[in-house]
């Protein structure tokens, strides 16, 4: 069965402490791994995505990289603005639409 | 539109009553999508629009639950005898679909809350 499980399901950091949260799946032909921020109350917003092994994306401090079995979105020097769920999905196989979801985990950034 | 709009951003209804919460998709993205999330959750898909047609809608929970698109555009999801258990932040997102060998970024609104009583 397709699956994506991200953890930790919530990480707290001083301000500038760089982490890294991971997204571990388990799909048949993988087509491309979507993360995405979601702010409380908020829809998902859209970060990156990637489409094969080996792939990095950066957008300001957040770096996302790509193996067969797992993705890490690396955090260097977070802001208290970085806090956030983040959302990891996977879409597989003939879709070309369906996601398959992580739980997401909470970052919270303290100053 | 600049992005993905959902109206009314939150919506508080009595046990048994029908509801109906409406989606203005990207202009010019032909594919719609509607969600489920409840806390802590990834969103759950519903339903999938391709134009003016459910390509998907494997995921509605009931026939309580019916989506509608009729010009290609605005979708409103409509729930019949609402429950507590429908209770949860409802989300649409649009993409451009590319065809079936594409990869589609999905782009979400803000969701309504749907709260049942």
């Known amino acids: 069965e397709d699956q994506v499980t991200q953890s930790p399901e919530a990480l707290r950091l001083q301000e500038g402490e760089s982490s890294s949260l991971n997204c571990s799946y388990t799909?048949?032909?993988?087509?491309?791994l979507f993360w995405y921020r979601q702010d409380p109350g908020k829809g998902p917003e859209f970060l990156f995505t990637?489409?094969?092994?080996?792939e990095e994306k950066e957008k300001e401090r957040l770096k996302a990289t790509l193996t067969k079995k797992e993705s890490f979105l690396h955090i260097t020097a977070p802001k208290p603005e970085d806090s956030a769920t983040y959302l990891c999905a996977v879409q597989a196989g003939d879709s070309n639409y369906q996601l398959i979801w992580g739980a997401g985990t909470k970052l919270i950034i303290k100053p | 539109g600049a992005g993905v709009s959902q109206t009314p951003s939150n919506k508080v209804t009595e046990k048994g009553k029908y509801v109906e919460l409406r989606c203005d998709p990207i202009s010019g993205h032909t594919a719609l999508y509607w969600y489920r999330q409840s806390l802590g959750q990834g969103p759950e898909f519903l339903i999938y629009f391709q134009g003016t047609g459910a390509a998907d809608d494997s995921g509605l929970p009931n026939d309580r639950f019916f989506a509608v698109r009729p010009e290609g555009s605005v979708s409103t999801l409509k729930i019949q005898r609402t429950e507590r258990g429908d209770s949860a932040v409802y989300l649409c997102?649009?993409?451009?679909?590319?065809?079936?060998?594409?990869?589609?970024?999905?782009?979400f609104g803000p969701g309504t809350r749907l709260t049942v009583l």
């Open positions: 799909v048949s032909g993988l087509r491309g």
């Open positions: 997102a649009s993409s451009q679909n590319r065809g079936r060998w594409g990869t589609d970024t999905q782009y």
């Open positions: 990637l489409y094969s092994a080996g």
